[in-house]
């Protein structure tokens, strides 16, 4: 379905982002009324597509389920909202189980799923497909399983630019052309009983990072907008392993390489990890990424190559076949003359994954009426300060279901949505121009103000460069311009924001927030998640 007189005015229920999160939404609703998929680009083009290296799930039965509880608590360095993690692993092996009787294919051997394991994971639990094309597969069999149902519609190439309230309550939303196919369609106001926010991260607040481009945290600021609690902000996971080539992508290097058995080396060839951790290269992801970024600094603050190194691996009597295991990874590595099994890989660290987004309930409720979140745009507490590795796609999984049941229970009415907004101006080619200066400048600032390493000043620093740039882009805003580039760069300056300021307020270490001027964890006061309100305040709660 594409924008204009074929998206109805009315739709039972809207849903933000086609990933994992809001596809299997989507399903659990299909069956009592119909739905709406708005999607940026084409379906499939999320932060699930290009999930590398598996599916974490416990189906070998109680003590699995109960020691993977404790791995997820354990990574989050004491934030996880233990009855969310306990829903996650009480409920996943299930989803999960649902998904490969929808067509899901992960990899077998003699017809048993074969498992993996990857950091701070006490035992083999990662299901994969395709050796490191897991995320896709997850994204082709839930396409497929939501394009059988007659009753869920898909808005492609489509915006969502503003949420609507009617009283306390949001009732439904404003659609425009997000370029492509559906490039000229007029803005169009839907009404809906609920709106779903499953629209995934905001890596590309970050100069560097593994996430698509579609990443910029859009349904976390609408719904900030709107006047939905944030909550945990200061925790972006930075992933350790990211291609480090000048001129290339931050292209991800899945964990899965070291949990069969890479070490990690810096220029002088030696393994360092045992300086850091217990587990080595195997320890939780925000220990290992803050090493390889130490690692990789000189004493006058320059960078210095880390390497991933998996010579070894195919030797030592080791029966693995690195280009077979690692098809994607392999053959994007070949572009450049890598090859795993020959060459140690430059790699540093890029930002990842968000624990935090919008503050939901267990049942992905956030603070306002007839507004839901779930996947990594919400945050559940689940995550803690720190995600265990291949927990995000079973998230998307158990949370989305779990989102669209309350949307059901919840029943709330059609509520009339009032007129569209009038189309906006296109960006001028100054403006143009204008507007990736300031978007490159906060992305550049995040990264040095509010990234692996912080502290009072750089925070402070990134505030005022973020107040620089938010004035550009609030300018263009104000002269009446649009279009999706002028949306996404609204949309990282206020999730770009909220990082700063929750970091700001965090004045501890713990997960992926490390402050040089705050380096212990401080449990007696910070042992809270953080909570960013409507009216700007960040406050420290219990849940």
């Known amino acids: 379905m594409k924008l204009g007189s074929e998206v109805d005015s009315f739709v039972d229920f809207l849903i933000m ?87 899901a294919n992960f990899d077998r051997e003699a017809g ?58 949001v009732a439904g939303a404003d659609l425009a052309s997000a370029g492509g196919p559906a490039n000229g369609n007029s803005p169009q106001r839907v009404g809906t009983r609920a709106v779903l926010i499953a629209s995934g991260g ?106 991933l190194d998996m010579r070894h691996v195919t030797g030592q009597g080791k029966d693995i076949d690195l280009h077979k295991r690692f098809p994607g990874i392999s053959a994007f590595l070949a572009q450049y003359g890598l090859d795993l099994a020959r060459d140690p890989i430059p790699v540093r660290p890029a930002a990842h994954y968000l624990m935090g987004g919008v503050r939901t309930d267990l049942a992905g409720r956030t603070s306002l009426g007839g507004l839901y979140a779930a996947g990594e745009a919400a945050c559940t507490g689940v995550h803690g300060a720190n995600r265990l590795a291949s927990n995000s796609l079973l998230e998307g999984l158990v949370f989305g279901a779990r989102a669209a049941q309350s949307m059901l229970a919840d029943g709330l009415p059609l509520a009339a949505a009032g007129a569209p907004l009038a189309a906006c101006t296109p960006l001028s080619g100054s403006e143009s121009e204008l507007l990736d200066v300031c978007v490159a400048k906060l992305q550049k600032s995040m990264w040095t103000c509010a990234g692996l390493l912080r502290d009072a000043a750089t925070l ?54 490390f402050r040089n001027d705050y380096p212990q964890r401080n449990d007696a006061d910070f042992q809270k998640h953080s909570v960013l309100r409507r009216d700007g305040r960040v406050v420290f709660e219990e849940w």
């Open 460 to 513: 402070r620093e990134g505030l005022r460069a973020h107040a620089e740039c938010d004035a550009g882009i609030e300018h263009l805003v104000q002269e009446g311009r649009g279009g999706r580039r002028l949306a996404e760069a609204q949309a990282l300056s206020r999730v770009a924001h909220a990082i700063l300021r929750s970091a700001m307020a965090r004045a501890e270490s713990r997960g992926a927030h």
């Open 17 to 103: 982002g086609a990933g994992v999160a809001g596809l299997r939404a989507a399903v659990e609703l299909a069956a009592h009324g119909d739905v709406l998929v708005v999607t940026k680009e084409s379906l499939g083009e999320s932060n699930t597509h290009y999930a590398q290296g598996g599916i974490a799930v416990a189906m070998e039965g109680g003590e699995d389920v109960a020691l993977h509880l404790e791995d997820t608590v354990n990574a989050g360095d004491g934030l996880v909202y233990r009855p969310a993690a306990e829903l996650l692993v009480t409920e996943g092996p299930a989803r999960v189980a649902e998904l490969i009787e929808w067509g």
């Open 202 to 307: 905001a890596g590309q607040v970050y100069s560097d990072t593994t996430n698509p481009a579609v990443a910029t945290g859009d349904g976390i600021a609408l719904a900030a907008r709107a006047g939905a609690e944030l909550a945990d902000m200061e925790f972006y996971q930075f992933h350790p392993t990211a291609l480090s080539i000048p001129g290339t992508p931050r292209f991800l290097l899945s964990e899965a390489l070291r949990g069969e058995g890479a070490y990690l080396r810096n220029d002088c060839g030696e393994r360092f990890m045992e300086r850091y951790h217990a587990l080595l290269e195997l320890a939780p992801r925000d220990v290992v990424a803050r090493a390889i970024a130490r690692e990789g600094m000189d004493e006058n603050g320059g960078v210095r190559p880390v390497y």
């Open 112 to 169: 048993r799923l074969l498992k993996t394991r990857e950091g701070a994971h006490s035992l083999a639990r990662i299901l994969h497909a395709s050796g490191d094309a897991t995320g896709a597969e997850i994204s082709r069999s839930l396409v497929a399983c939501a394009r059988s149902h007659p009753r869920i519609h898909f808005a492609e190439w489509t915006m969502v630019t503003g949420l609507v309230k009617a009283g306390n309550r």
